[in-house]
């Protein structure tokens, strides 16, 4: 079974930096990509962004185009979100997904994942 850890969340002001990681064990490791999402309160799970193993190219919603990036180091089965220029609307539950081989859904949707981490909290005070 697979299995997916996050960390880094936290409590940090607008305009602060966060790093989140997501470390990957099991059968994530046969993932075609890895994938952030995040779910602020009441609202539906979105996507944020992805990156594909191979050749690393990467993903991401317009809202945090150009304040976060993310990479991964496929030695340690991780990827990492680096969260800048935070705002208050950014805060929100944030998950790691890992996308299958064998998932042939977008990878800007839910049922693009086939493995889902617990989640960890990031709030930007105002």
């Known amino acids: 079974q697979g299995q997916l850890v996050e960390s880094g969340g936290g409590l940090v002001q607008a305009g602060g930096s966060l790093r989140l990681s997501c470390a990957a064990s099991g059968r994530t490791f046969s993932s075609d990509a890895m994938g952030w999402f995040r779910q602020a309160p009441g609202k539906v799970r979105e996507f944020v962004s992805a990156?594909?193993?191979?050749?690393?190219?990467?993903w991401y919603a317009d809202s945090v185009k150009g304040r976060f990036t993310i990479s991964g180091d496929i030695a340690k089965n991780t990827v990492y979100l680096q969260m800048n220029s935070l705002k208050p609307e950014d805060t929100a539950i944030y998950y790691c997904?890992?996308?299958?081989?064998?998932?042939?859904?977008?990878?800007?949707?839910?049922?693009?994942?086939?493995?889902w981490g617990q989640g960890t909290q990031v709030t930007v005070s105002s």
């Open positions: 997904a890992a996308k299958g081989r064998d998932n042939w859904y977008s990878l800007y949707e839910n049922r693009g994942y086939n493995y």
């Open positions: 990156i594909k193993w191979s050749g690393g190219t990467t």
